[in-house]
């Protein structure tokens, strides 16, 4: 993970995968922080894959910057990642948007419910979801 300082945004540009080891390293991006910027912009062009621990790990980085008052954008998107999102949510085919929808909040918390549902219903945490 890279971080910038841009005036008053920060850049993190996240790279390899995102599962359940990138929870902590995300979740420290917000440490670079300061309290004259206004903007997270999350870049994944170089994350290659995602599975639901990511994702979740993920979208605790977007709720956290947003109740330090940080507007958020996520770019980027590769297919792999956004099919993951597509499996959560339920949507059926390979093109689904989900890289569009992720902007919004309803469908940020569609996801995570859905995730979380799943890891609840399992027996054990080890591939409780599909890894797309």
């Given at each position: 993970?890279?971080?910038?300082?841009?005036?008053?945004?920060?850049?993190?540009?996240?790279?390899?995968?995102?599962?359940?080891?990138?929870?902590?390293?995300?979740?420290h991006?917000?440490?670079?922080?300061?309290?004259g910027?206004?903007?997270?912009?999350?870049?994944?062009?170089?994350?290659t894959?995602?599975?639901?621990?990511?994702?979740?790990?993920?979208?605790?980085l977007?709720?956290?910057?947003?109740?330090?008052?940080?507007r958020?954008?996520?770019?980027?998107?590769?297919?792999?990642?956004?099919?993951?999102m597509?499996?959560?949510a339920?949507?059926?085919?390979?093109?689904?948007?989900?890289?569009?929808?992720?902007?919004?909040?309803?469908?940020?918390?569609?996801?995570?419910?859905?995730?979380?549902?799943?890891?609840?219903?399992?027996?054990?945490?080890d591939?409780?979801?599909?890894?797309?």
């Open positions: 993970m890279d971080v910038q300082h841009r005036r008053s945004s920060v850049l993190i540009s996240a790279s390899g995968e995102l599962d359940d080891g990138a929870g902590d390293v995300l979740q991006a917000l440490d670079y922080v300061t309290l910027e206004q903007d997270l912009l999350i870049d994944l062009h170089a994350v894959a995602m599975d639901a621990d990511g994702l979740l790990h993920l979208l605790e977007h709720r956290c910057a947003e109740s330090r008052g940080l958020v954008l996520v770019t980027g998107w590769q297919p792999q990642p956004q099919q993951c597509a499996t959560v339920g949507i059926p085919g390979p093109r689904a948007g989900t890289g569009e929808r992720y902007a919004l909040p309803g469908f940020r918390r569609l996801l995570e419910e859905k995730v979380r549902r799943a890891w609840e219903r399992s027996d054990s945490a591939g409780w979801l599909p890894r797309t």
